[in-house]
């Protein structure tokens, strides 16, 4: 019957009652039933019973073993994990577990468990060749007598254990490419005088389209199957899209589909793990295997997907959020962080948050307590009723690991066996299992390679098809050595090009290959029993030029010279997007957040002493607010915080305020007894050298009592085990920065001998200066040296946090940029405040001893010299108290001019360099969002 389609074989039998036909896949089988109704002239039938339509799953079943039940994968799986356990205790196996793994080897279940179907072929072969055992093969002897045991106690049988008998049968079989069939291989006997049907011969010059990316291939071929669709009147229910490599292309392919608008339904399901209500499993994991870290708990709580109830979610977010604040980063010494830091809190929302997080800690840790499966659904009913809504009842996800659960448990209890650790085997257990969303069949189908090869359908397209993707081998006994397969007669089928002749030369289907050389997953090539060809460039052009979305891009780069094709959707928010744009060129807050700015500046006033209404202006202000009002905003009036993860919660400039917080202190020292600062020799150490360490590890010590720290157990210990690195760090400074001020040698000039006026200088200017603007601005140290002149000093913690030299000072106030406007505010400050002259002005870098000057008489950077960045200054601080008395807050795109036609010397927003580095990039718009009138 070789010489035979299966359509001639429908032909012929389709109306014969007493034939069954046997497919090697649903798809394939259903596209056949579909095909002998829709031809019913040819078949003679309307209309089929399909229990004479069979897939080879169902026929094996229904002949095999009619006295019992075939073994569930649940109980496999257990039984193999029991093994294990049982091994960990008995050493029962030498060598495919080694002894020293014994005790870690439950990521062998799922590697054992495929084992055991075959081990029955395995044991007939080594009887029938007669070879001596060596280790490995006592072991999987050991391995197949235990399994026997156990299905004989169970009274359950492995199919492929078990012979398949037809005798009994009144009916004549029609076995479809049974070469397709999963276990083939191994029923190769059965199949010897049965009637089956082999349709494919492998054609020369089967054409495969080659694209350069997977990109590309993919929009081609979504863009080909819309033209079929709209141009040919094609049902999208007649295509079908089979993709080879399905888990790793599933995003971006749903991502493509939905874009160009072409309904799809994916045959293939996800692991339940991976789905986002399944993952709460393994959140739950996480959270007890890193003794409940901050990142691990925030996962869980903050679960978007997750249907909490709504009380709980306000809890939840209160809690992370003092989590933050008390740096929960993990547990330290069998010390719960959570339970400790929160305990210490006098605050009075603190006992809710606790009781908040030791219910949620009891609920979790139920789960890995559990001693059964049975335990672990009561565990999880707690769960969901404590902190989930009442809509969760329905998530189908969560049901159907639920069910799974319960399958477990019935299996756990009927066979008397168990793994070593219940909630473990469960989650790795779910991970094996896949969900597929039910949902009415729509559009295209999305099929994984194979599943379709010989299906009546009308159209398929199969992309990617690599040599790897579309090489099929199925190995038996794949488990041992290429050498001991071979002593054996292992036998590998490999159905390659077996597949590829029933996709093409199916003459009830049109299929189109293609693949890309630049795969998602990496370099592929074509496969070899294919041609490849390159796209017909008119082709491509016709379907480039219906690419809606290729279209609006080249629009937007200004080419408008042609005719293109969009949808009415583009149409219209084309047109509401440029008359928004002729409305209004400036960006004014609403009524709510212009009050929040203007209550901002009134507080600051306030806290000022300052009774006019000109608003408070500080350094930081512009730094924000130049070239993008909207992070000024953002971070200044609404202080908005980004939720970190663990590797952030100790702030990178933790350390840097640690380090100010010492020097503030030893500073002070010298301030509150009247002395000068001490002096460094030129050997580089200080006359009195163990006194000022003794000192300065004193000021350590005080600067960690800070409440930031001690209230986090964690954090308070790790600084606490720095505190002499510190106080070394700072001596090591103290060494460089207190070189004599009035030594010969200018460039070798220090602080020591200075005497300190202030520290943490907090200084508004109290002179009525005809500005529209107040400055304030808090000095990290002020110094007056031997000569009586003021020296102003920043400290920043790295060399890198310094402000480069150009950005600091300005060349040209009518052509340069201001940069950096710290310094300029502090100089402007100390002049207004201080009747003395300003012999320098520098930032100093406590780790590398690294300087950056604005001002330094001992280099030839007078304060004169320091004149136009003052006024660029002034300029700039004048605009930003302009701006934010009018509400403006656009974004400076072009070169700023002030009302009296000033130019502002601000560099001008790039957004392509600054955006992407804004912390606040993922909230922030800077562009008409289609569709609405935003």
């Not at 019957?1 to 014969?16: C, D, G, N, R």
């Not at 077996?498 to 990496?522: D, M, R, T, W």
């Not at 509401?576 to 807050?589: A, D, G, T």
């Not at 009525?768 to 400055?775: F, S």
Request: hydrophobic share 35%.
């Amino acid at each position: 019957m070789s010489e035979k389609s299966v359509a001639k074989i429908l032909e012929q039998y389709a109306s014969k009652r007493e034939t069954v036909f046997v497919f090697p896949t649903g798809p394939v089988m259903e596209s056949w039933i579909d095909w002998c109704v829709k031809n019913s002239e040819k078949t003679g039938v309307s209309a089929v019973e399909l229990d004479r339509f069979l897939v080879w799953e169902k026929f094996e079943e229904r002949f095999t073993r009619l006295d019992s039940r075939r073994v569930t994968d649940a109980e496999r799986r257990l039984f193999t994990a029991d093994l294990i356990r049982r091994n960990a205790e008995n050493k029962i196996f030498e060598k495919i577990i080694t002894p020293s793994y014994a005790d870690k080897a439950d990521s062998f279940v799922d590697w054992i468990a495929r084992i055991l179907p075959e081990l029955r072929s395995w044991k007939e072969k080594t009887e029938e060749k007669q070879y001596d055992f060596d280790e490995e093969d006592r072991d999987l002897e050991k391995l197949y007598e235990e399994y026997a045991g156990f299905l004989e106690r169970n009274c359950v049988f492995e199919p492929l254990w078990e012979k398949i008998d037809i005798s009994g049968s009144s009916d004549d079989f029609i076995f479809i490419c049974p070469e397709l069939y999963g276990d083939y291989v191994f029923r190769k006997d059965f199949f010897s005088g049965k009637i089956c049907l082999h349709t494919w011969e492998l054609a020369e010059n089967i054409e495969c389209l080659q694209y350069g990316d997977a990109r590309s291939e993919l929009r081609r071929t979504i863009l080909s199957i819309r033209r079929l669709a709209e141009e040919e009147n094609v049902k999208y229910s007649d295509i079908t899209l089979v993709v080879p490599d399905l888990a790793t292309y599933r995003p971006y392919l749903e991502r493509e589909l939905e874009k160009y608008c072409v309904p799809y339904t994916i045959k293939a399901g996800k692991p339940l793990a991976k789905e986002p209500s399944g993952k709460i499993f393994q959140e739950i994991s996480n959270c007890c295997g890193s003794a409940f870290s901050f990142n691990a708990l925030r996962s869980l709580v903050q679960s978007g997907t997750l249907l909490w109830k709504d009380e709980f979610r306000e809890k939840a977010e209160e809690l992370v959020r003092t989590g933050r604040e008390l740096r929960c980063i993990c547990g330290i010494k069998n010390t719960d962080s959570w339970e400790k830091a929160l305990s210490n809190l006098n605050d009075d929302k603190s006992p809710s948050i606790l009781d908040t997080y030791k219910s949620l800690k009891e609920k979790v840790e139920a789960f890995f307590k559990a001693g059964s499966f049975e335990k672990i659904l009561i565990s999880w009913e707690n769960f969901r009723k404590t902190f989930m809504n009442d809509k969760s009842d329905g998530d189908e996800v969560l049901l159907q690991c639920a069910a799974i659960l319960r399958e477990l448990s019935a299996a756990e209890k009927k066979v008397g066996l168990y793994p070593r650790n219940h909630f473990e085997f469960f989650l790795s257990h779910i991970k094996t299992k896949n969900f597929s969303e039910k949902r009415k069949n729509q559009g295209i189908a999305v099929y994984p390679y194979g599943e379709t090869a010989g299906a009546a359908i009308k159209h398929q397209f199969i992309i990617d098809s690599s040599q790897q993707n579309l090489e099929i081998v199925k190995k038996t006994l794949g488990f041992l050595s290429d050498e001991k397969r071979k002593r054996l007669g292992a036998e590998d089928s490999v159905l390659s090009e077996a597949c590829i002749a029933l996709y093409a030369e199916n003459p009830e289907s049109s299929v189109k290959f293609s693949f890309c050389e630049e795969a998602f997953s990496g370099f592929a090539i074509c496969h070899n029993a294919l041609t490849e060809i390159k796209p017909d460039e008119k082709e491509a052009e016709q379907l480039d030029r219906n690419d809606f979305f290729l279209n609006e891009a080249d629009i937007f780069k200004g080419n408008s010279g042609k005719k293109y094709v969009l949808t009415e959707a583009q149409k219209e928010n084309f047109k509401k997007w440029s008359s928004k744009l002729s409305k209004n060129e400036k960006y004014v807050p609403k009524t709510v957040l212009m009050k929040k700015i203007n209550d901002f500046f009134s507080e600051r006033r306030k806290k000022c002493e300052i009774d006019n209404e000109k608003p408070v202006v500080t350094q930081s202000d512009l730094a924000d607010f130049y070239p993008c009002p909207r992070k000024w905003i953002l971070n200044r009036v609404l202080k908005l915080k980004e939720l970190q993860s663990e590797s952030g919660l100790l702030e990178r400039w933790d350390m840097g305020n640690i380090n100010h917080r010492i020097l503030e202190l030893f500073f002070n020292n010298y301030k509150d007894l009247g002395e000068p600062l001490p002096e460094a020799g030129a050997d580089g150490r200080f006359y009195d050298e163990e006194k000022i360490m003794d000192l300065v590890l004193k000021c350590a010590e005080s600067a960690l009592q800070n409440p930031n720290y001690t209230k986090s157990p964690l954090t308070d210990r790790m600084l606490q085990s720095q505190k002499e690195t510190l106080a070394g760090n700072i001596m090591k400074f103290l060494r460089t920065f207190l070189k004599p001020c009035d030594a010969e040698n200018k460039k070798e000039r220090g602080a020591g001998g200075c005497k300190v006026i202030g520290t943490e200088l907090d200084r508004c200017n109290r002179k009525e200066t005809g500005r529209n603007y107040n400055l304030n601005g808090k000095i990290d140290c002020l110094l007056e040296n031997k000569d009586g002149k003021l020296m102003i000093i920043d400290f920043k913690n790295t060399k890198s946090a310094l402000p480069k030299v150009g950005d600091i000072k300005l060349k040209d106030l009518n052509d340069g940029f201001l940069g950096d406007f710290q310094m300029a505010a502090y100089v402007a400050l100390v002049e207004e405040n201080f009747d003395k002259d300003i012999a320098s002005a520098c930032f100093y870098s406590i780790k590398t001893d690294d300087t950056a000057a604005a001002i330094d008489e001992n280099r030839k950077k007078s304060a004169e010299s320091f004149n136009e960045t003052l006024e660029a200054f002034e300029k700039c601080a004048s605009y930003f108290a302009e701006a934010v008395g009018k509400g403006n807050f656009a974004p400076a795109v072009e070169e700023l001019k002030s009302e009296n036609g000033e130019r502002v010397p601000v560099k001008p927003l790039n957004i392509g360099e600054i955006c992407p580095k804004c912390d606040f990039a993922s909230i922030c718009r800077l562009h008409f969002k289609g569709g609405t009138d935003e």
